[in-house]
């Protein structure tokens, strides 16, 4: 099996994830929608397929705008995931590994600067109108 043939596989996997999903909330830096990763042609279908998720009444996307700067509360990527029982657990990264945090203190402390993160991010509406821009002038500097 290539490389590539796994990498179809988990995004399929993720793909039924978020069908199953109840609700899903994520912020994202505007940085991931203007840095060209594979090419103009390559963003224009992620940005399409971020205007599609956030067309899902379960999905709800906002962007953090650079003008946020130094006053952003989470300066590293942060999964909150809400368990069964109603305990919250929260994922991390580093460049070394990743970081399963289930201490209750610092989820909480964490849960409240997303909290903080998701006021500050733009709205849903103003969101995708940056998403649908940013493709625009992908495709505008492609021809």
């Known amino acids: 099996m290539t490389t590539e043939n796994i990498g179809l596989i988990h995004l399929a996997v993720r793909q039924r994830l978020l069908e199953r999903t109840r609700t899903v909330h994520a912020v994202l ?10 090419g103009s042609s390559v963003m224009v279908r992620q940005l399409f397929h971020l205007e599609a998720l956030a067309d899902r009444p379960n999905v709800v996307l906002q962007i953090a705008p650079f003008s946020l700067a130094e006053e952003q509360p989470l300066s590293h990527p942060v999964t909150l995931l809400t368990l069964p029982n109603r305990t919250m657990v929260a994922y991390s990264e580093t ?22 993160l998701q006021v500050d991010a733009l709205s849903r509406a103003e969101s995708l109108a940056v998403i649908r821009k940013v493709r625009e002038d992908l495709v505008r500097h492609e021809r």
């Open 29 to 38: 830096d505007e940085a991931v929608l203007r840095r060209p990763i594979g």
């Open 95 to 116: 460049l070394q590994r990743g970081y399963l945090e289930q201490d209750p203190e610092t989820v909480a402390g964490w849960a409240r600067k997303y909290d903080r």
